[in-house]
């Protein structure tokens, strides 16, 4: 599907309020960097390249955008830039404080300055400039004068987007802008103050989050792939990968007032069982065994983390209604299927039925070394299509960011006959090959797999394997080019215990070839609005090299077909196709005017008014066109699904939205004409 976010952030990020660690973060340094020793699939000496890796990977993550620490900070603080390996050496941490006084202080500092920016008058005539530029090393502040300025353009620049964001006529603005000007710009103001208040809650409190910080940088500096986390987050991180979890069925947003409140009710949770919630009401303050947290000043993501968190399943909410009424209700998390990790098929009809599968996750049981996920529902799932007698399949894995490679392996068997699938290696071990589980295959007609650059791990080794098998044809961009594993690892041996996620070992293709950093390549491409967005695996510091190994068990591919014909059909249509050509319009505007832009431009309403219409104006008329798309095909569900659907209205309206969405997708549609070419060739 075609996803209608942007500028979108396509991680797991792990972000909540953390209790107080049990273990000194010297101590915890230490048990690190001896698990990396021990653990890593290739560990980086300790000397002063690490030490210099380190400190400019913390520096960044603790300053990303450089809007808080001088120029003096810096020199100060690049004393340690080649001495954090001796210092972990000899078990002294004491260089650690210095950063988050400094950066509390600075975090301080910018508060007062924003609150005095309410007693001030602003100067919107334009003398001042915006700076854009693609490079990540922007200096840090030379003086106060610098930073004082900072702030001033800032809530300047945010009060004139927020202005054009609530009104589309220039002429209105203008001729309103002193009431309009006035009425916001306390607001504006308070909004970052609460940015910054939330910033000095992370994780508990700034040496809390600084800490956490540098064992991060630690470990990435290792590969951008390993991580660390507190527990609670673990237990975040292992929700994703689960197709079921405990919840309250509850959703939250944050509206533009700050406040906190509930935007969806899970149908059949224990909220919605209540009675005594709302979409809408406000929630004030939520409650567990251990903690109470205001929502003031908090960020959703952090709402939704101390829900989430597994170690509290009962919890009060205190809500206010929006009669004005305060309640607290009390619940209980109930068992719910996650709704992100369904697997549902559809029918694309036309010349011919073809099957459509999107996966998006490699979800697993994580409570059973045997447990069932993603490969035993997209089974269940073709049981069902193979009765709408399908004569070929489409899998979805664009925005599938990977999972459980178990999952992937036992998904692989079900395509091929039998063999290996993939190759793995571990450190100063041999090399393992990964083989089909089970003889025959589920499905032997042509399958079209989409891919994207967000696809990634699993679901590049799925689609490599069934692409060195000539089993199906990979369609798209290239992946995202991760070829490696994690596991995920306690720091200590005790029930309070933080954990590491680091990676252990490589997966290769049954011909020893790697994607790492290349990504799995496409048979035909077909650019979607992300092209030349550099998020891949390459793009990413200390990212692990791409190596090949020797094969010990050849596969047996089938005999591959002549594509010429069938890549020369698909251009032709995506030539022809005003929808492609309004997606390649939109890409060249978001890449080279947004996310690569790049110059000196005025601070005035007249500038940022035409720059956010150029980019609206771009993206309404890219979502018209696929509003408006036309199509010979048509999406239509299985009658195991129709008749499960006659039992709920709301769930009938969602699959109704959801057809609509696939039927108008460029990318499905042209996978569906290039399987029918398959069959006719």
């Not at 390996?85 to 650690?96: L, V």
């Not at 220039?170 to 916001?184: Q, R, T």
Request: glycine share 4%.
């Amino acid at each position: 599907m075609i996803r209608t976010y942007i500028l979108t952030v396509f991680t797991v990020s792990f972000c909540l309020i953390a209790s107080s660690q049990d273990i000194s973060f010297c101590y915890e340094l230490g048990k690190i960097n001896g698990l990396v020793e021990t653990s890593h699939y290739s560990p980086k000496p300790l000397n002063d390249s690490l030490s210099k890796g380190v400190f400019s990977l913390f520096l960044k993550s603790i300053d990303e955008n450089q809007t808080f620490f001088t120029q003096e900070d810096v020199n100060t603080f690049k004393s340690d830039e080649y001495l954090i390996d001796d210092y972990i050496k000899s078990k002294d941490c004491d260089f650690i404080e210095k950063y988050s006084t400094t950066l509390q202080e600075r975090i301080n500092k910018s508060k007062r300055i924003l609150e005095d920016l309410k007693k001030q008058k602003l100067d919107y005539t334009g003398k001042d400039s915006l700076l854009y530029s693609k490079d990540d090393d922007v200096e840090y502040f030379k003086n106060d004068t610098k930073v004082l300025k900072y702030w001033n353009k800032k809530v300047r620049y945010k009060l004139l987007r927020k202005l054009v964001e609530n009104d589309s006529v220039l002429d209105n603005i203008k001729n309103n802008f002193n009431a309009l000007e006035a009425e916001i710009k306390d607001k504006i103001i308070q909004n970052e103050i609460c940015l910054l208040d939330e910033l000095l809650q992370t994780k508990g409190s700034v040496p809390n989050m600084v800490e956490s910080a540098f064992l991060d940088a630690f470990l990435k500096y290792q590969d951008p792939n390993s991580s660390y986390f507190l527990a609670s987050e673990k237990n975040i991180f292992y929700q994703s990968l689960s197709n079921s979890k405990l919840s309250f069925g509850i959703t939250t947003s944050k509206k533009k007032n700050g406040d906190i409140v509930i935007s969806f009710i899970t149908p059949g949770s224990a909220a919605f069982k209540n009675g005594g919630l709302d979409v809408e009401d406000v929630i004030l303050e939520i409650q567990n065994k251990n903690k109470t947290l205001e929502t003031y000043c908090t960020s959703n993501e952090t709402i939704r983390n101390f829900i989430d968190d597994v170690s509290s399943n009962v919890m009060t909410f205190k809500i206010k209604k929006q009669d004005g009424q305060i309640k607290s209700i009390k619940l209980r998390k109930t068992e719910i299927e996650v709704e992100e990790n369904s697997i549902t098929g559809y029918v694309l009809t036309g010349d011919e039925a073809i099957g459509y599968i999107n996966i998006p996750s490699f979800y697993t049981d994580t409570e059973s070394l045997n447990g069932l996920g993603v490969a035993n529902d997209v089974a269940k799932q073709l049981y069902k299509l193979q009765k709408e007698n399908i004569q070929g399949l489409i899998i979805d894995l664009r925005f599938n960011g990977g999972g459980s490679m178990k999952e992937a392996a036992d998904l692989s068997g079900m395509f091929i006959d039998r063999g290996p699938v993939a190759i793995s290696k571990y450190r100063n071990e041999d090399l393992y090959t990964i083989r089909d589980p089970n003889r025959g295959s589920l499905f032997t007609k042509p399958i079209v797999i989409l891919i994207n650059q967000f696809s990634a791990s699993a679901s590049e080794f799925f689609a490599g394997a069934l692409q060195d098998y000539n089993r199906a044809i990979v369609v798209g961009t290239a992946t995202h080019g991760k070829a490696t594993s994690q596991v995920v690892l306690p720091v200590e041996n005790s029930q309070n215990s933080n954990y590491i996620k680091i990676t252990t070992g490589k997966f290769f293709r049954v011909t020893g070839q790697s994607h790492q950093q290349t990504g799995v390549m496409p048979d035909i491409v077909i650019k979607d609005i992300y092209h030349n967005y550099e998020s891949q695996e390459f793009f990413k510091a200390f990212s692990l090299s791409n190596e090949t190994v020797q094969v010990t068990l050849k596969h047996r591919p089938k005999l591959k077909k002549d594509l010429t014909s069938i890549l020369e059909n698909s251009r032709a249509r995506i030539t022809n196709n005003s929808i492609f050509k309004s997606i390649e319009s939109f890409n060249a505007i978001f890449i080279n005017d947004y996310v690569k832009k790049e110059g000196i431009f005025p601070l005035t309403l007249d500038y940022i008014f035409n720059d956010n219409k150029r980019y609206n104006d771009a993206w309404k008329t890219y979502n018209d066109s696929i509003e408006n798309n036309t199509t010979l095909i048509d999406v239509k569900n299985t009658s195991s699904t129709t008749a499960i659907l006659g039992y709920n209205e709301d769930s009938k309206n969602l699959n109704q939205q959801l057809l609509k969405e696939l039927k108008t997708d460029p990318h499905i549609q042209e996978a569906y004409f290039i399987i029918n070419d398959i069959i006719n060739l």
